[in-house]
């Protein structure tokens, strides 16, 4: 398929990680590590977390997909050897299997947050779950980084773009969710194939019985609806921000003149949000074995320059419910925004690819994205053909193995076998580095 090149299409990503020492149990020593690699090359893209038993690392946003992880398994490899020096281990999951004991860090954004959510609610989940945030940088030309906000662009085919790449997201979500799902236990309790996403996001499940923290507080945290123009886009972030600011002005005014302050593109923490980075940002993901995490990224990036590059138009309609991601000319057909959210989105979470609305939705996800990759064949999108093929994720994986071990997902998760399963994704992070660092990662779309 012919693709104009764009000249400045770059790629960044956020990764979280819980930290367990050597036994596999969660240890309150991300302090320990990142003054550890504070002098090397690792330092500079480490961060901390809500708890002390997470890390964030980022990476340097490059043109490619191959670059940009390069130079992120280069950093995450190191940061893996000072690690085992100290007897610590990253953790690639989205909740850690079993009971832990985090100690929260008390910094005034989290502060803020949790004050209007509930401070043991907010600091309950947050401190415990570990995410994988996809950027992409948006559109030239439709960032204003004077105002810190969308700018509304006279250029209609750049305007379009950006409505239609925003959108393109949102309709992903629920296939990117399930191919990256990695928490199906969460406190020595297996609770659906995305409890992380379940606890995190504005939903309400029967059975099992979750109530998602931000449920009554939607308007920040749910799936976003569908765009159709840039003034539209701006009116809901201004929108959010004052609710933001209204309720904190009723009830913990303390805490009003901090948020007034910020910038409005920081009042949102649902899945697909524009980032004051200048960037589309995808946050709904588990964190995962990074072959999965490279793969999912290059399908998402593949698209979206797709979307720019062939004026592609995300189109709503009773004809993606059947057909997601069938293409007709330029248009791209995807399912309403209400199935989306209501089906989708809860099917997903609770049964991954156990339901078959969800597996063929990944399927025609993938196969849509494969089209537009130079190098369909590589081993990262190796993996997640095999995820797809199979109807198995890696939650699928870690169910499959404990109850191979004995043990009833009914009942409560022995503490010593949800170290076990840490410690044996722990080994495979580990040794999955430098088999990807050796292979050539050519996942991007138009590179010479």
């Known amino acids: 398929m012919f693709m104009l090149r764009l000249k400045h299409p770059r790629f960044g990503l956020e990764t979280e990680f819980l930290i367990v020492d050597e036994a596999g149990q969660p240890t309150n020593s991300a302090d320990i590590l990142l003054e550890a690699c504070k002098n090397k090359r690792a330092g500079a893209y480490m961060h901390q977390e809500v708890s002390k038993c997470q890390i964030e690392l980022g990476a340097s946003p490059k043109r490619t997909v191959r670059r940009t992880t390069k130079g992120f398994l280069t950093t995450l490899n190191e940061i893996i050897e000072v690690a085992e020096d100290l007897d610590l281990r990253l953790l690639p999951l989205g909740a850690y299997p079993g009971k832990m004991v985090p100690k929260a860090r008390k910094k005034e954004w989290y502060e803020m947050q949790a004050k209007m959510i509930g401070v043991k609610k907010w600091y309950g989940v947050l401190s415990r779950v570990c995410g994988f945030h996809f950027h992409y940088r948006l559109p030239k030309g439709t960032f204003d980084w004077n105002k810190w906000k969308l700018k509304r662009v006279l250029r209609s085919a750049t305007a379009r773009a950006l409505v239609n790449q925003y959108n393109l997201l949102i309709a992903a979500d629920p296939a990117i969710m399930t191919l990256t799902q990695s928490s199906p236990f969460y406190n020595g309790h297996y609770y659906c194939k995305d409890t992380r996403m379940a606890l995190y996001r504005d939903v309400e499940l029967e059975k099992p019985e979750i109530k998602g923290i931000h449920h009554d507080l939607s308007i920040i945290a749910s799936l976003p609806r569908y765009e159709h123009t840039i003034t539209d886009m701006n009116h ?67 698209c979206l320059m797709a979307v720019e590059s062939e004026r592609l138009k995300i189109v709503p309609s009773e004809i993606g419910i059947r057909q997601p991601f069938r293409m007709e ?110 292979h050539y990662i050519a996942l991007d779309v138009g590179e010479s």
Not at 276 to 290: K, P, Q, V
Not at 346 to 351: N, R, T, V
């Open 236 to 302: 809901r972030i201004d929108t959010r921000k004052q609710f933001w600011l209204d309720a904190l002005k009723k009830s913990h005014p303390s805490m009003y003149k901090l948020a007034k302050k910020a910038n409005p593109l920081r009042f949102y923490w649902g899945a697909v949000r524009i980032n004051r980075a200048g960037t589309f940002e995808h946050r709904g993901m588990d964190i995962n074995l990074i072959s999965n995490l490279i793969g999912v990224s290059a399908l998402l990036k593949g």
């Open 329 to 438: 000319e330029n248009k791209v057909y995807v399912p309403p925004f209400s199935y989306l959210k209501n089906h989708l989105q809860i099917d997903a979470i609770k049964q991954g690819m156990e339901s078959s609305k969800i597996q063929d939705y990944c399927k025609r996800f993938y196969r849509f994205a494969i089209g537009f990759l130079d190098y369909p064949h590589d081993l990262a999108l190796g993996s997640i053909k095999t995820m797809i093929n199979d109807g198995k994720t890696v939650s699928d994986e870690m169910i499959k193995y404990v109850k191979k071990r004995g043990e009833k997902l009914d009942e409560e998760i022995d503490q010593g076998l949800c170290a076990e399963l840490a410690l044996r994704y722990a080994e495979e992070l580990k040794h999955e580095i430098p088999k990807l660092l050796s």
